[in-house]
């Protein structure tokens, strides 16, 4: 399994022959330059999206349809697009899992919003959502935009996820020290890589809060397109 950080809350991830997309945000990224774009998007089967805010779906349908493959995610975001936009979706709701070849996805509840830009003014694109993401032995818990919730709890308990991609920037979602405590309260992970910063002065820059608060967690601050191994 490769997790390979895009920038942002956006991720590449190859494991078990699929190449997952989560979040993919190209056009404005500041993290990711013009140039790294093919990269990024090579050989991609799936497009896996967390909500509907811009900043992880302004690529989507485009990238469906110049790639050929599916969006998966939301049901009623997902229905939405297949309706309005003829793209290949997958749609599923929390408590749902979906299998992807021998990649094993299952949606789970976040804290924040999701909506997107329209004439009319903002509309709800579905809900806001994390993922566990299971295969070659490992679980991921992709947290997607999130503040912590009690709900982690029995995440931790039943999925026993081992890698957490954890939004931490703080403003919009956790920080570094929300996303600590909650590591530390209610997972037990061996891998932590944060997520949803550096992006933006707004954002938080470092993660050391986070490394310090977690001692005995390998915290791995990724760089862009710099393969992290499993």
């Given amino acids: ?14 494991t078990a022959g699929q190449v997952l997309l989560l979040d993919p945000w190209l056009t404005g990224n500041p ?16 497009l896996l999206l967390t909500h ?12 469906c349809r110049k790639l050929g493959i599916p969006a998966v995610g939301q049901y009623d975001l997902m229905g939405h697009w297949a309706e309005t936009e003829g793209i290949e979706t997958i749609g599923f709701n929390k408590g749902g899992t979906v299998a992807l070849g021998d990649v094993q996805v299952s949606m789970v509840t976040a804290q924040h919003s999701s909506t997107f830009a329209s004439p009319e003014g903002p509309r709800t694109g579905g809900s806001e959502v994390g993922f566990m993401i299971a295969a070659e032995g490992h679980t991921v818990y992709a947290s997607g935009d999130t503040d912590v919730m009690a709900d982690m709890e029995w995440f931790g308990d039943y999925y026993k996820p081992d890698i957490g991609i954890l939004s931490a920037g703080g403003h ?10 909650a590591a530390r309260r209610y997972f ?6 944060p997520a949803h910063y550096r992006t933006f002065p707004l954002l938080e820059q470092s993660a050391q809060t986070l490394i310090d608060a977690l001692p005995d967690v390998r915290v791995i601050e990724p760089q862009v397109l710099e393969p992290i191994v499993f």
């Fill in 52 to 63: 509907a805010h811009f900043d992880h779906v302004v690529d989507a349908v485009s990238l």
């Fill in 172 to 181: 919009f979602t956790m920080d570094m020290a929300k996303a600590a405590y």
């Fill in 1 to 14: 399994m490769n997790i390979i950080w895009l920038g942002h809350g956006s991720f590449r991830i190859e």
């Fill in 188 to 193: 037990n992970f061996g891998t932590v890589i």
């Fill in 31 to 46: 993290m990711l330059d013009t140039s790294q774009h093919a990269a990024a998007v090579e050989g991609a089967t799936h």
